[in-house]
């Protein structure tokens, strides 16, 4: 199936740094998305990405869609203590027809040290 | 997290016993789906639906089995639970196309013993 590398794993960053992460898989994705999941939560929807080569920002958050589709970056800036929690890329692909496959990464875990 | 509703959020039962996760959702999606996440595995999909009447098998679909009797519910039921099924299940839904978004239900804890 669909694989989705997503990195780092776990990131242990001090307040008011900058965070990178990315996913990248191993064929083209249709649509990126970024979720956060805090603990005892369910995932929450961050940022959707629809085309190749968009970025598009929410706040402090930044993602983009790679050019040739097989990847995607999400940046934090000025990280704060709320950021803590599992950041999660996800890629929609078109399994035919009208039926779309979500395919998740394994998250990234952010620490961020007050 | 609105729009979709699991229940119970926390359950244990003794190896041997069936149960049924409830999901919910009242935005009219057509596309639902049950995931189970472990600690270094991420997410992963056990089934999803289409629509009312239609279900498939996702990447760990053994010991599961859905339904999917009306649009708004899609439960998922356990049917000889195992220790190997302890675990956080989350039901989710959308749309259904290019640009869904996808929405979370809240998380169902178990833990079979």
């Known amino acids: 199936g669909q694989q989705l590398n997503q990195s780092p794993q776990s990131m242990f960053i001090q307040e008011g740094e900058d965070v990178s992460m990315n996913c990248t898989s191993s064929?083209?994705?249709?649509?990126w998305l970024w979720y956060k999941q805090e603990p005892g939560e369910g995932p929450v929807l961050l940022i959707a990405?629809?085309?190749?080569?968009e970025l598009t920002s929410n706040g402090r958050l930044t993602a983009q869609f790679g050019i040739t589709r097989k990847d995607s970056f999400l940046n934090i800036s000025a990280s704060i203590p709320s950021d803590v929690g599992i950041y999660f890329c996800a890629g929609l692909e078109n399994s035919g027809g009208s039926n779309y496959k979500l395919t998740f990464g394994k998250g990234t875990l952010l620490t961020v040290n007050p | 997290n609105a729009g979709v509703t699991q229940t119970p959020k926390f359950q244990v039962l003794k190896t041997g016993q069936s149960m049924t996760l409830q999901c919910a959702q009242d935005m009219n999606h057509e596309y639902m789906s049950w995931y189970r996440q472990d600690p270094g595995m991420g997410l992963r999909l056990i089934h999803y639906s289409v629509g009312a009447g239609i279900t498939d098998q996702g990447e760990v679909p053994n010991g599961y089995n859905v339904s999917r009797s009306t649009t708004e519910d899609f439960p998922l039921r356990l049917l000889s639970a195992a220790p190997s099924q302890t675990s956080v299940y989350f039901c989710a839904s959308s749309r259904g196309d290019s640009k869904n978004t996808i929405y979370f239900g809240e998380g169902s804890w178990l833990t079979v013993v």
């Open positions: 064929s083209i994705f249709n649509t």
């Open positions: 990405l629809y085309k190749a080569g």
